[in-house]
């Protein structure tokens, strides 16, 4: 369309963030579901997203192929017509008048009422309709409630039934793991109408645990059941795909139920090219996951809650003198430096689909979101003599596409993890921990007779920050 040509358009998907620019800094203010808007001018790509411009910014249409839309064209839509809504709350009043005395009955979920078209009407903070049982609220002005959505004759999106349809695997059958290919939203149904209930969107490289005898063919897509509620797997034509078998998507590192392999995550053995801490200044340290202090105070330190019992990086112990220099050991740019708690400072640099946690630290440097750092880059030091044990020390955590936690070795060069397993011998026997564990044969990781699993260095599970407690303190009952 022209400059000077105005199309009207409503959200369907809403809120909707409003930036300065196409794909810009977000504003305060955003587009509430339901809101009607005046655009002028193209349409422009930018993102992933297609944006269009309107009296308060730029806010996106839909998503680069159409598959996710959020803005409905009612530009020619007949003022006059009847206007079909469906009810999106649990229950919805009914009114005498617009936000008038309530009558007994009400509207329930899923049904749907026709509104008179020119009835729309503002009260009492509320957009109100009129239809032949009364009055009903639709949402509240600002967007923050919403009991009503609009039913549209055509699908959010442009898929349809298509002329060549590609059958899924007949290998897909039962409950089997797929990861999230490209961003996609879970559903209340399987369906893309504008009325359906979206739940929320997934991000690109999350596993899912999907019902695969029971695929459902809807709006031109595969659709599969999960834990969350109901996602589409591909189009029938199979040239749109959300979900795949983890190790098949191109670019993506599979992942499992179990995470992913460390072979192969993105920098194995070798990202890490610079020790945390020197050495010579670390006298004392602690191993990732099945390790003596997890077993012993894990619980204590609240493990079971977000490393699945197990300990969840690598701990770089002094507290014999302060000054302790922390660096940044990767090339990585700066997220933010966070007090959650006394004695709890940390850092998060962002690299790819990894972030790096320097936990315990004090004297944080300061630096710009984005500013990169070498791994020579000092972030801070070794917060000294306030840790409640005295046991001073920097906790250092990757993570990976957010929800798993990656032992730091299996990114370590061979020269950087030989040189620490030559100063803390991970082979050494149990001398630390007799009192507790007196079965344990080792004094870095447990192990026993019943127990010898993850027992050296380099072979530790991927650590979920959602799953449940694993290991020798939760599996075997009889001699913890």
């Known amino acids: 369309m022209s400059e000077t040509e105005a199309k009207r358009y409503k959200v369907i998907d809403g809120p909707l963030t409003i930036r300065d620019e196409p794909d810009g800094k977000r504003a305060s203010k955003k587009l509430a579901q339901g809101t009607e808007i005046e655009v002028t001018g193209e349409a422009v790509n930018k993102g992933g997203y297609n944006w269009v411009q309107h009296a308060d910014g730029w806010s996106a249409l839909s998503d680069d192929d159409e598959t996710e839309v959020y803005m409905l064209d009612i530009s020619n839509r007949d003022p006059n017509a009847p206007r079909i809504f469906r009810v999106w709350a649990a229950n ?26 020119q009835s729309q009407t503002e009260a009492g903070n509320y957009i109100w309709w009129k239809h032949d049982k009364g009055w009903s609220a639709e949402r509240s002005i600002n967007g923050n409630e919403v009991f009503l959505k609009e039913v549209f004759d055509s699908p959010a999106s442009g898929a349809g039934v298509t002329a060549k349809k590609v059958e899924l695997p007949d290998t897909w059958e039962g409950e089997m793991v797929l990861q999230v290919a490209a961003n996609v939203k879970v559903r209340g149904e399987p369906s893309t109408n504008p009325r359906g209930l979206v739940i929320r969107s997934i991000k690109r490289g999350k596993v899912l645990e999907c019902d695969m005898d029971n695929i459902v063919e809807a709006d031109g897509w595969y659709w599969t059941r999960h834990d969350l509620g109901w996602s589409a797997i591909q189009s029938i034509d199979g040239k749109t795909v959300f979900l795949a078998e983890p190790g098949t998507i191109r670019g993506l590192v599979a992942i499992g139920t179990d995470g992913p392999k460390a072979e192969d995550l993105p920098g194995y053995r070798q990202l890490l090219t610079r020790s945390p801490v020197d050495l010579e200044d670390t006298g004392w340290f602690q191993y990732y996951g099945n390790n003596m202090f997890a077993m012993r105070n894990g619980k204590n330190y609240g493990y079971n809650r977000y ?127 007799q009192k507790d564990f007196p079965e344990s044969t080792m004094n870095f990781f447990y192990k026993s007779d019943k127990w010898t699993k993850w027992t050296t260095p380099l072979d530790q599970p991927m650590l979920n920050l959602y799953k449940g407690p694993i290991g020798p303190g939760y599996e075997v009952k009889d001699n913890v």
Do not use: C
């Open 92 to 117: 919805v009043s009914i009114r005498e008048s617009a936000n008038g005395k309530r009558l007994a009955e009400k509207l329930f979920r899923k049904a749907e009422i026709t509104v008179e078209p």
């Open 307 to 433: 490393s699945q019992g197990l300990h969840g990086g690598l701990d770089y112990g002094n507290s014999d003198r302060a000054g302790i220099k922390v660096y940044a050991g990767v090339e990585a740019e700066f997220l933010k430096t966070e007090y959650p708690s006394p004695n709890n400072t940390r850092t998060w640099l962002k690299k790819g689909d990894y972030v790096f946690i320097y936990q315990h630290i004090t004297n944080a440097r300061g630096f710009k979101k984005g500013q990169m750092l070498t791994p020579d880059t000092v972030i801070g030091e070794i917060e000294h003599h306030s840790i409640n044990n005295g046991w001073d020390h920097l906790h250092f955590e990757i993570r990976f596409m957010t929800e798993w936690i990656v032992n730091p070795l299996v990114l370590f060069t061979e020269d950087l993890y030989n040189a620490l397993i030559a100063r803390f011998n991970p082979s050494k026997p149990n001398t630390g921990y």
